[in-house]
């Protein structure tokens, strides 16, 4: 059995396992490794165990016809939370759980793939929660995460970097990309700035002054 107790501290990043395309074991350990909680969202609960990884908390509305407490029986202590409320997903739940309980720092892996409306919507629940918590979303091709006002990051030359805006982000000023804006707008479905890379090894700056902004940090192997 996979454990990630190396470390118990509100500080290093919880980890949610949703229920969506599965990425590699060596991203999911690289994540496991640090993390002091474990949630797994209950209908991706048969493919964890298969897996073998140790559990903290599993979270959902449990409406696929299975037992948890049966499941999970081996895995003693294990935080079994119903969830039945409909007005929320059950990442949006299991982010509120997490907050509720001083983990500010959040990492997500299993959203992307599959189901394109839950893709969607989990870009969405990243926007929703921007300035409450640090949310980071992990697919074995992309990490994901809504940018604050200012950023500035440290990237190889040529590392694809795309920006995607939940509705209309306005004033943004980018620099050390190969096409950089300058006091521009991008808005989903008129223009989004994707597949851009930083441009030499170096700092890229990112800042903007309104609206809800992605970076897409992408690789294609």
Known sequence: MSSHHIVKDNQEPALIIANGEACSMLLLNQLLEWSPIVMVLDGALPRVLDLGIKIDIVLGDFDRGYEPEKMLAHQYPVEIIHTPDQSKTDLEKGIDLLISRNHFAINIVWATGRRADHTLNNFSTLAKYKDIANLVM????????????????????????????????????????????????????????????????????????????????????
């Open 138 to 221: 992990y697919d074995d091709y992309s990490k994901i995460f809504c940018l604050p006002r200012e950023f500035d990051k440290w990237y190889p030359a040529q590392t694809p970097i795309s920006l995607i805006p939940v509705s209309r982000v306005e004033g943004i000023t980018t620099s050390g990309l190969k096409y950089n804006l300058q006091h521009d707008f991008l808005e989903l479905g008129t223009c989004t700035s994707s597949s851009n890379e930083a441009l030499k090894d170096g700092t890229v700056n990112i800042s903007h002054q309104s609206g809800t902004l992605l970076l897409l940090e992408c690789r294609d192997e």
